[in-house]
């Protein structure tokens, strides 16, 4: 009996505002470490507080209903989510439950095969309140409710998914889409963006739904991949022994790489939902709506096959490309001021320039480097003027400071040595000075060709033209 | 006459005409409240001395002749479900005992600003649940016109205080006639507001979509006068109305001649005392003697309201006492638990009285799966048609006049044992809470020596209206001069 | 709109009243359980009358207002300081709000 999964993510956001969903306190928690400063009455629920709503997070959850093309529901009203637990304050809830901001979605994820697209459908985008932050500490619990109150995003997709892969490219595809929103951050370690995955298996071909688990706590792209590999099998062997699936919610060990459960006798998610009597009705406006709309920048698919068509790029590298939209907009910006090749420019991006950015840990948002100064770089180096060696010194260096690549380039004496008299000179004198590696290459250890070029490179610090060496080098290397 | 009698428009005249000062005014009244609270006990926490601070400084404000408003150097209480910053607030419950909130309401902020001296917090049933003040966690208070007898409530301090001088006016709050009942109780005038006109924030919810704040006061003019002082929008309260405020003391003095006066036959076929109703039929025939045109209307939806009142007030009350849990502030059990959950249950159990306990059950229980469609919502689609009933009936009238109560006040234990029969007593006021509209319970007579009630009920924002014809039935009639006499 | 059955469910029995208790974090004994039982019984019966009256082109009140979009803007306004806040806590440590151990996890 062959079994498909059949997975449902669910996803929280923190959106990117400067204050609460309900006051007006700073939303961004994760910016300071001195727990119980950016709180209130209303966010501690303390008795008399009136909850206020914050119209930036409606604002920015339109934008995301938008982008996944969802509809925006005319009248939104709040409901009171009622249950006990101690980063809860006021003992429940305001979020939404019959009338969210947008609902019935979609979203085009590439198919295990890289070829084919799968829409994934969104049931719904509804807004609610972050709770506080508890810590464990042995026989006790300490709360810190900085978090308390911030405004959350909840996406939930249908479950449309069959496979890791089509998890991971949807959560991939909402993170991306999030960052170019900016409306939230896409930090998973620290909780900004959380995933929840709905599983269940049944058989090839069935079209009926089993008993569903719920995986919470994933906090990176990995462990959702992990904890769903693991509970997919999991159930699958359940049924092949003739097991059931009890429905409950589930955590994921990653140290011991399993699912466990979390929850002891169930209260039967009583949660008595009814609308929050002191929020009256949001009405968005359709006008409203076409606003919106055409704030909506250009996404990570739409970049994509456009990059495709102006570029010529192929689809994989312009969708490597468009996933952060700053580094898609840096390499237009230096696209136009260039005049490299679009794929040497494409190449320098996705290699040297994205890794000194992820080994420095810089905020994409914050890349130290100009366009202009990038494209400068490349046209010394695709004019020759310097070598790739150079250009990737010159490249630090600009990370480091961001001077002038040509300024760089006459402090450290970089300009690249091409003439051939020259170098034929150093070539001479790496060969005269090792007579038996000489040899050595010349009976058949063509690998030492690499050493050669590393000793003249040495030799000119760097800077030697590697094509016109290679050239040189061969030539006179050959067994006369 | 006593200074602790004055009424605020005679009061304010006085302070501004240098004949007194409000350190002698407020002295005056914190005399009184030593002498005669220990019989009524209408005070849970007496600030005296910031009280007489504050008398300070309004005398030098009064003496600037700058900035000087109706309501500056005027000592006042509030109910103790109102937030006052560095001052005990209970809420009349043992759960609240020690929380001292670090901001103030609204309305007290305003009332600070406007130079009126805060004396201190009015007792109260526990969580505004109940109408005669016997739900009070920690006292009850009495009625001054019958010491054995009790205040009305759930405001049953504010009133008791406000009828025996131990406060110019007191500022209390109305879910379901918590101010109307115990003014009418107590003799005196009270004002349910529409509701979003006064601020709520930073009073402590019972029912978010029925709590008005609202002034108790011994005359309609002090009434508008208050009022004036604490309506209006306020950002921090997000229910609260935009609408501007008119000037309602201007309304005061105009004839009602012509103005269609509202009886509801549903009022009026049983249950009323003879002696109420011998009273609201003569305060009918005084309007008629003023030239106002008495007509039948028709509030079908009546026996629906205690349901829908309850029903409602039921869920959102569970909901609103759910974040009492002994984790943040007030009592917390200290008794030895293992976990978290064990302190909230112990905490609740041994801070909420019997009444809070069983309407918050109640309320879980109507919101629950499975019953939510039947009771909570069906309750909120009869309120819709309440709400229409009194739109309609003002097409038709422009001020409807109903009991407060269909009794007298009651004795002090008369009525506590079946909560049934509680619930039932309230008939008169839960319409308009529902439905959102005004209603200004004023004096209109006494029946075996106790005072008798009467409301004026308003379309929605007609304060103005309310205070023209009820002022008018005060300058024909003395019942709301009268005073009760303690030995 | 309106569902077709929203008759009254039967009186609240005790196993009713303790599920509520527990959902609201209430501790009651089985002599309060059954005086409660029968309380609400009463109470719920006497609220009968709603079942009869025809709601079915009503809409909720409560999703009908006049009031509709009340904003604030997303402006950071500080309110209350930390010292402030612990001042009436129970119990804390340093700078956290301090609660015996939580058992099961969310």
Redesign the interface.
Known sequence: MRYEPVIGLEIHAELK???KMF????ADHSSTT????F???IC???????????????EQSILVGLALNCYINE?N?FA?K?Y????L????QISQYDLPVASNGWLTILEENLVTNQRVRIRRVHLEEDTAK???Q????????NRAGVPLLEIVSEPDMHTVEAILSYANKIRSILRYLEVNSGDMEKGILRFEANISVRPLGSQELNTRTEI?NLNSFRSMAQATYYEIDRQINLYENGDTVTQETL?WNELIGKTYS???KE??H?Y????E???????IERGWVKTFSSQIPELPDAKSHRFVDQYGLSLEEARYLTSEKEIADFFEKTVSLSTSPVKIIYNWIIGDFTRQINERKIDYQMIPVTPENFAQLLDLFTSKVINDFSAKEILVEIFNSNKNAHDIVSEKGLLQISDEDFLAGIIEKVIEENPETVKQYQTGKETLFQWFMGQVSKETKGKSDPQVVRRILTKKLRVQ | MELYNLSVRKAHEMLVNKEISSVELTSAVLANIRRVDPKIRAYLTITEEQALEQARLADIRLNSNENITPLTGIPYAVKDCLSTRGIRTTCGSKILDGYIPQFSASVVDSLDKSGAVLLGKHNMDEFGMGSSCENSAFFNTRNPWDLDRVPGGSSGGSAASVSTGLSLFAIGEDTGGSIRMPAGFCNIVGLKPTYGRVSRFGHIALVSSFDCVGPLTQDVFDCATVLQTIAGKDPKDGTSLPDSVPSYTSSLGKAVKGLRLGIPEEYFQEGMDAGVEKAIQEAIHVYEKLGMQICNVSLPHTQAALPVYYLILFAEASANLARFDGTRFGYSSSQNVESVIDLIIQSRQEGFGEEVKRRIMLGAYVLSAGYYDAYYLKAQKVRSLIRDDFKSTFENCDVILAPTCPSTAFKIGEKKQDPLTMYLSDIYVVATNPAGVPALSLPCGFSDGLPVGMQLIGNHLTEELLFQVGYAYQAETKWHKMRPTLN | MDISNDKFPPAIDINTVHYIANLIRLKINAEEAKVFSQQFSQIIEYFQILADIDTSEVRPANENWYLNNIFRDDVIHPSMSRDEFLKNTPNHEGNFVKVPRVFDDR
């Open positions: 505002t400067q204050t006051c007006g306190c700073n001195e727990p119980n400063t709180i209130c009455p501690t629920g303390l008795p008399g507080a009136m909850p206020v709503l914050n119209k930036k997070a409606i009248i009203i009171r009622n006990f637990y101690p980063d304050p006021k003992g429940y508890l810590t464990h042995g026989n006790f619990a300490l709360i810190d409710f919470k955590g979390q929850r002891g209260e039967a009583d008595r939902y009814f609308t009597p002191d929020i009256p009705p949001v009405h």
